[in-house]
């Protein structure tokens, strides 16, 4: 998308308009305020180390899903009273999870770059899914804001401000200069914490793939997929059990992918994973976030598998970079998690197209809720190992790997 | 075939329909094989006991469960059928026969063999009458179960259920008459089951929440209990249930919920699971992985398994037309209602 040309007088209201939301947002987490929709834990967590534009993430989401509710279009409106009733049926358990409403971009303020707006719309209906996608989306986002950037005059104050929020950067250095170090930052996180690190990973996993092996996988994680590529690369000889849910259906993009590269594969819903199980000799699955209790923040339905494995005595290894790994705790799926669209619950096809079941008037219902979960807390007495690239660790040594190597991610 | 020819009629139809699916469901498929059975029994003319037994275990008995095999309900019927019968030729031949008082197999064919028409003709009214009090039995099992409601289920609980079964809805709609509380429903897919019990239930003005089938475990730490119905129990307590209802009775184990089964006793089988597989079946994956996504279908297998084995150290408690049992109580239940000898139908 082509980046719009700003006048100095805009910009210079664009970044006081940031500013002012930069510093209500620090005032709301200072207050102790944790209701800010948490998007992105796994991103958030880890652009904050490095680019630290997690303030930037979160005040371009609530405008986004702020003014979702505003009523300036009929079309708004319609959406205003469609969310309204939604709302209205929020199950008891998750009331402190709002559920999304979507994006709207016609409502949206006019300061924010098109890049990120893109980025929103693309979230917002999952056209970017998985942790690894988003957080690189994201921070390919941020490039190109920095890269449209221009220092308005006479606002040295603000900028200094601005840019302590990014990064340490000398003030001395000229915007060019500036601009070409945040973007080669960017640039090498990502290479570092993801590309590298997942080639890392799939090494150390190519060690605990071998032949005869019946792997089974949940729904779609990139660093698995690139592990069964590479094995299938290196001639190993295994089979693949995938095991889908819905509403997401994320397991299809895999099997298309691991059946053209020629591997022998299953597909299965989650309903079936306990007559799947029976041949199974590992179980690998992707994350979302770890908790420093050990804890796996993943895909809802990963728990699940993960779970009957264990019934099972099948090991359950997890492949996660180190920059998924947070200092938070949690103990349950409720805590913090995040609603989808229920209206996804009531399309029962399989398929592109949308084919309304039962439920289709759920909302005219007044007893009957939808409930759309997408993540949930997988505990840490059901994985095995996890594959990092700094190595294979159990679980319990998250904190450990947070307190060692954080300052080097920086 | 010893029968008139209405009676042959009336099998044949029965065999038709249940092959052809007319007839589905575990308590439809039972009471009418029971009034069919009662028939045969009426209508049949018998000297010794043994010809009786013949007829309604092979003539009758294997036809009806070889028309749908996967339906264990026929099967039990016809076991308690043939129980019935030599329990009412035992206690008739004790107290009508030669006061020997022994109750071997033999000596009651022998006692029937003597004096053959005369205790045939006095011996089949009893018999016929216990099957009649078999019949209104079946039909009062729902009434039954769910009179218990109430015990149950208390005030302010959340209650997972999965699939739909006709038992655990009318359990829970008679218990809302009285008490105030919510309704899990994991959806099932792909039967989608969990759709139908989720809009029935709402309809009778049960708070009721649908959840996709991977947030099970999720939510299941809010979870008080879980109630699910099933097709068919084992003899060992095991149930074969609608697909999915594994995960679920696995979650709750881990987090200590109890699990709880509404079945009447006509599910209660015989047979034993000595593979897991030997009761399951799979069926078109078309809903799984349909056919206008491409040629992809030609190099991948897809599993849709219908139903789900689920073993009986994961069930609490069955709650039954005759009253709550544990697991273990079970093989009295078998002892009392089948015989060892019927069990090769």
Redesign the interface.
Known sequence: MDPVKKTAKELKAERRALQERQRAEKAARAAGNAAVPAKKPASGSGASTTVGSTSATSTTATPLSETAGSTKTTDSKQRHSLTKEINSKQ???FSHLEITKGANTGLAPKEIHPAILVLGLQFSEFKICGANARCIAALTAFQKVIQDYKTPEGMGNAIRHLKWEISTIDIEMSDDEAKKLLCEKIDNFIRDSITVADRVIVEYGLQKIQDGDVILTYARSSVVQQLLLEAHTKGIKFKVIIID???RLEG?KL??CL?NAGIN????????????MRDVSKVFLGAHAFMSNGALYS???T??VA??AK?KNIPVIICCETYKFTDKVQL???VM?EQGNPND?VN?S??LAPKP???SE?LN?????????LY??TPSKYITTVITEVGMIPCTSVPVILREYKPMVQ | MTGPRDLNAQIESLVNRLRRRQVVGSWCVSIETAMLLRQVVSATRWNQVETLIKVVKEDVGRRLVMAQPRELAVGNIVCRVLRLIREKIRTFSFYGGSGTGTNTQSSMINLLGDGSPMGAKRASPLIISELQEMINELENTYVNIIDQAMEHIHSNEIIMTVGKSRTVEMFLKTAAKKRKF?V?VA????T?LG??M??S???A???????????????M??VNKVIMGTHAVLANGGLISV??A??VA??AK?HSKPVVVCTGLYKLSPLYPYDEDSF?DLVAPD????F??GD?ID???????YY??VSPELVSLFITNTGGHPPSYLYRLINENYDPDDTDI
């Open positions: 199950v008891d358990m849910s819905r509403p299809k099997l298309n059946v594969c299953t597909y299965a819903f989650l309903h079936a994973v306990g007559f799947a895909r809802v339905g728990a699940m779970m009957m019934e349950d799926s409720f998690n619950i029962i399989t398929t079941g039962l439920l759920w219902k007044p007893d009957l809720k939808l409930l759309n979960l949930d807390l | 919510s899990l959806e099932t897919f792909p989608y759709h139908e989720a809009l239930l709402s309809e003005g049960i708070d009721t929440t649908v959840i996709s089938d991977s947030a099970i475990f999720a939510v730490s809010r697909s999915g594994q995960m696995t979650a881990h399951n809903p799984v992985f349909s206008n996504e992809l190099k991948v297998t897809l599993l849709n398994p789900d084995y």
